[in-house]
């Protein structure tokens, strides 16, 4: 019996050593003709080119049923109130309010495109992305992801439109 637990200790002992224990560091070595190998920087070039979510085109109207819209000067807080409904409801899956998600934040859309142009990308977006320039270049800089359309009536998208006259 004794013969046997020394017998298991020792071989449980052994056990735990081959197991553990430093590991070996392996070393390149240098063959002679060779070159040593080195790693190689990649610089990204940096663009001084405006994105196209900062772009301002204010005399760009878009492509869709919008070809005119005067605005108030006043903000009209219960269409804004419901188009903060909406957005909430229908856009903030590919958009957050003050900073780039999926596709641009609206907050300042109003100084960098024209109301028509919003109210279009709102209701017709496969289209813009197809023939307006500027919905183009947005859909290059946001990664090939298209704004979907979500069906929305102009009465709809006029209130999201006054929503982002808030932000």
């Not at 204010?58 to 219960?78: R, Y």
């Amino acid at each position: 019996m004794k013969y046997a637990i020394k017998s298991l200790l020792l071989i449980t002992v052994l056990a735990l050593m081959s197991c553990g224990g430093k590991e070996e560091k392996k070393e390149e070595k240098i063959k002679i003709g060779q070159k040593p190998k080195t790693e190689k920087k990649v610089e990204t070039p940096v663009s001084n080119e405006v994105p196209p979510s900062k772009q301002v085109t204010l005399d760009n109207k878009g492509v869709g049923p919008i070809k005119n819209l005067e605005l108030d000067a006043n903000v009209d807080q219960a269409m804004a109130k419901a188009g903060g409904e909406l957005f909430k409801n229908k856009c903030t899956a590919c958009h957050k309010a003050d900073r780039k998600f999926i596709g641009p934040a609206p907050t300042g859309i109003l100084e960098r495109r024209s109301p028509e142009w919003i109210m279009n990308m709102i209701l017709n977006p496969e289209v813009m992305v197809k023939e307006d320039p500027v919905a183009k270049a947005l859909l290059i800089e946001f990664n090939g992801s298209p704004m979907a359309n979500q069906g929305l009536t102009e009465d709809e998208a006029r209130k999201i439109l006054e929503y982002f006259r808030t932000l």
